[in-house]
């Protein structure tokens, strides 16, 4: 067989190889195609002269309301594993597919690209599972330039889910040329169709901005605003209704935008999204220190009841008080800290210590648990667990969650010479200590209390849920009484004295500071960073819109509809 190896250049060149032959089908760099990619590669930083209006791209003068739009640079985006799978399985309407995709850079790694290929030809060998138009004609028998033509203007389309430029459409034709002259026709379109999906085009979420856009801070282009829109929300390609917005010019609008997005909200896909942030927000899917949910690991002889089936059941509990409060409730951030409603089984209504609850584990029903000692989502045993040792609780991992990402206060890293001996209580150095007792006691020292003195009175406030969640009033391994008071010193509006995790959560769902903290992790899952400082006046429009009783679904609209997330910043731009 003859090995081809030519150079193609639309925007971005790079080595594209092939062997005739459809076994093998394509080797190749995903450099192809890749005009219009615009992206900051690193923290999204800003710098230089000119962007934002008076004061130029000077983070420290960023003055709202003087008439100018001021967004920060973003990096450079690709589709992560998950949106991947989403959108091969919608583009081929294949539900099955499973292909693999590191998470890894901005710039794809050879391994990655080695990914890519392999997928593109796993994708040909499910051709009968396809339930979306792929081919624009019959690949038995000779072809015509026309169905080449008819394929880039339909899935490649589709699939760059944007219409190509002359460049990327002159690149694919080339590809197509080049592959016919050692490969039968149908062996062509599948070595067209590959390349297509190897593309940059396809594996990264470019913006440039709207045509014959010149300034450096410019309004989306309506099909780049249909993919932020749908990735954010939905986490894969956009559908046809929204690929019609853009076409008829209705996404540049912030009303049209907003239709949109409620539409996208109002779709059981957008569950996804918010438990994917819920999730991730309440690190259940794994920290720094902590194991995810599925695979925290409890003494058996301390918690005889703690199971795969009842960790299954905690997820599942979160994942519908989540979507009550979000989408069926008032959508506060009040009902999220206090709600007391309850989706249950057997072991949990067990766990809860709910009355005539349900009878096993297949059955589920909403309860209410007692108000005296759940209210909302940091009271439920899936966070509790997550945040435990094999053994007993943790205050100190509790409380530097609610520091961390319930205040967003950052805390530091701990010195070099800290105990990293957990505290568990019990028998310790022939005196009997509670967990409470032991934190303070490792803890003490002058350094330690530089952030200890903030973490250890929140933590505190959870000692009556055990490692699992349960209700505790004695210690399960010393035997001594629960104390839970505690302190929260850097609530700004909600500080002072605490009676337990009720109290705690109470105070949290009023703090304006966990408003705008809560706004702000949303605010970066939509753009893909934290928010930089040019985005500053687009915080500020989405934190008023977020008043306490506000409705986190609002919130999220008026992200959406913010000037960060409907404009561009090419200030810096992608080397």
Avoid at 382 to 390: E, I, K, N, Y
Avoid at 477 to 504: C, F, K, N, R, W
Wanted: aromatic content about 8%; some cysteine.
């Amino acid at each position: 067989m003859t090995k081809l190896e030519r150079r193609v250049d639309a925007g971005g060149a790079a080595r594209v190889g092939w062997r005739s032959g459809l076994a093998g089908a394509l080797t190749l760099a995903v450099g192809m195609g890749a005009g219009g990619c615009v992206g900051n590669i690193g923290d999204g930083t800003e710098g230089g002269p000119g962007v934002g209006g008076p004061g130029g791209n000077d983070p420290n003068n960023v003055v709202c309301g003087d008439g100018s739009v001021h967004t920060s640079a973003l990096p450079l985006r690709r589709l992560s594993p998950e949106q991947y799978q989403n959108t091969v399985r919608d583009l081929f309407g294949d539900a099955e597919f499973a292909g693999t995709i590191d998470a890894g850079e901005p710039i794809i790694s050879e391994r990655e690209v080695r990914q890519l290929r392999d997928n593109a030809e796993a994708i040909i060998g499910r051709s009968a599972a396809w339930t979306k138009p792929v081919y624009p004609c019959a690949l038995q028998g000779e072809g015509s330039d026309a169905c080449v033509d008819d394929f880039i203007a339909g899935f490649a389309t589709r699939a760059y889910r944007h219409p190509l430029s002359e460049a990327e459409a002159s690149t694919l034709r080339s590809v197509f040329a080049e592959a016919r002259k050692e490969m039968t026709f149908a062996e062509a379109m599948e070595t067209l169709l590959q390349v297509t999906l190897q593309a940059p085009a396809f594996v990264y979420m470019f913006s440039a901005g709207a045509p014959d856009a010149t300034e450096d801070v410019r309004l989306l282009g309506e099909y780049e605003v249909a993919s932020r829109l749908s990735y954010f929300l939905w986490n894969t390609m956009p559908d046809e209704a929204l690929v019609s917005a853009a076409e008829a010019g209705k996404l540049g609008a912030a009303e049209g935008l907003a239709e949109q997005a409620a539409r996208l909200l109002d779709d059981p896909r957008a569950d996804h999204a918010v438990q994917r942030f819920m999730s991730g927000w309440l690190q259940l899917d794994g920290g720094t220190l902590h194991n995810a949910l599925e695979e925290a690991v409890k003494d058996t002889a301390l918690y005889p009841t703690f199971d795969a089936q009842l960790q299954e059941a905690m997820r599942l509990e979160t994942e519908a008080f989540v979507r009550r409060a979000f989408f069926e409730e008032s959508g506060s951030l009040g009902d999220l800290f206090n709600a007391s409603y309850a989706y249950v089984n057997g072991p949990l209504a067990d766990l809860y210590g709910v009355e005539d609850g349900p009878a096993d584990a297949d059955t589920w029903e909403w309860v209410d648990l007692d108000p005296e000692q759940r209210g909302g989502i940091l009271t439920r045993a899936a966070f509790l667990t997550v945040f435990s040792t094999r053994n007993v609780t943790s205050p100190i991992r509790r409380g530097v969650w609610v520091i961390e990402e319930g205040l967003c206060s950052a805390l530091g890293d701990p010195p070099p010479n800290a105990n990293d001996v957990k505290p568990e209580g019990g028998e310790v150095d022939g005196e009997l200590l509670t967990v409470r007792q032991d934190t303070l006691a490792r803890t003490k020292g002058e350094v330690c209390q530089t952030c200890h003195s903030i973490i250890n009175p929140v933590g505190f406030t959870f000692e009556s849920y055990d490692a699992i969640g349960r209700w505790q009033t004695e210690e399960i391994t010393s035997g001594l009484p629960i104390d839970d008071s505690g302190l929260l010193q850097s609530s700004g509006d909600q500080d002072g004295e605490l009676a337990g995790a009720l109290d705690l959560s109470q105070r949290l769902g009023k703090s304006e500071r966990v408003r705008g903290c809560f706004a702000d992790r949303w605010f970066e899952a939509a753009l893909g960073q934290a928010p930089g400082k040019q985005d500053k006046c687009s915080l500020e429009a989405v934190h008023a819109s977020f008043e306490e009783g506000g409705s986190m679904r609002d919130m999220v609209l008026s992200i959406i509809g913010s000037d960060a997330f409907r404009y561009l910043n090419i200030s810096q731009e992608t080397p």
